[in-house]
């Protein structure tokens, strides 16, 4: 199994553009979760989903974030426009119906917003 | 969410065990105890989880005190592979799904 897989890895954009990060969760899994992690305020969970379904977004900064999962195999977490502030690592995980507990994570979309 | 606490940094040396502690004086009784580690540059991985027994797997084990407010994250015999921060973190049974992760604790192992 190819575990969890971000895109891009790493993603350099500048003060108010639009940026989206991907993930493809392991096959079969059907939960999904988006980290956020800086040196300031650690790993903070963002928004999960269940079966495609967001069940609680009350981690997303504001407005300017949104995440989508239109399918089982991909999720996307958009932030519109960026700010110096967003720059950090985002992580996707997922898990699996069977292992009620442990998540696995991918290895990390580092963003900079200059 | 249940709140832990767990030393800042800890250091040891390979080859010989390694005692992770953790305070988690508020869990309730319905709060599963997870630890979680990040090596350097990746993202966190699940090492253990328990509710009141102690446990061991291929990896570490878990020891829990009898009054299940502090537990230990054993790992027998340390090698350099081992050095990353450890996340000790409580989750009510309902709402596994949820893991709030503090500052761990930053392990160094000296060969």
């Known amino acids: 199994d190819a575990g969890v897989i971000q895109s891009p890895r790493h993603e350099v954009t500048e003060m108010g553009q639009e940026v989206t990060l991907r993930c493809k969760p392991i096959?079969?899994?059907?939960?999904l979760f988006w980290y956020r992690q800086t040196m300031m305020r650690g790993l903070e969970l963002l928004i999960y989903f269940n079966n495609n379904v967001p069940i609680d977004d009350s981690g997303m900064p504001e407005d300017r974030f949104s995440a989508k999962m239109p399918n089982a195999s991909f999720s996307t977490l958009k932030i519109q426009p960026s700010e110096p502030r967003d720059s950090a690592v985002y992580f996707c995980?997922?898990?699996?119906?069977?292992?009620?507990?442990?998540?696995?994570f991918g290895p990390g979309t580092r963003l900079t917003v200059l | 969410d249940a709140k832990t606490t767990q030393p800042n940094s800890m250091e040891s040396n390979e080859e010989e065990p390694v005692h992770l502690p953790c305070n988690h004086s508020?869990?309730?009784?319905?709060?599963?105890i997870h630890w979680y580690r990040q090596l350097p540059s990746q993202g966190p991985e699940y090492v253990i989880h328990?509710?009141?027994s102690n446990v061991n797997n291929r990896m570490a084990s878990l020891a829990i005190a009898e009054d299940r407010k502090s537990s230990t994250l054993i790992l027998h015999r340390a090698t350099l592979r081992d050095a990353a921060v450890y996340y000790c973190i409580l989750s009510h049974i309902q709402g596994a799904q949820k893991l709030v992760f503090g500052q761990g604790t930053r392990l160094t192992i000296n060969p």
């Open positions: 328990g509710l009141t």
């Open positions: 995980a997922s898990r699996g119906r069977g292992q009620r507990y442990e998540q696995f």
């Open positions: 508020t869990i309730s009784g319905t709060d599963y």
């Open positions: 096959s079969g899994h059907n939960s």
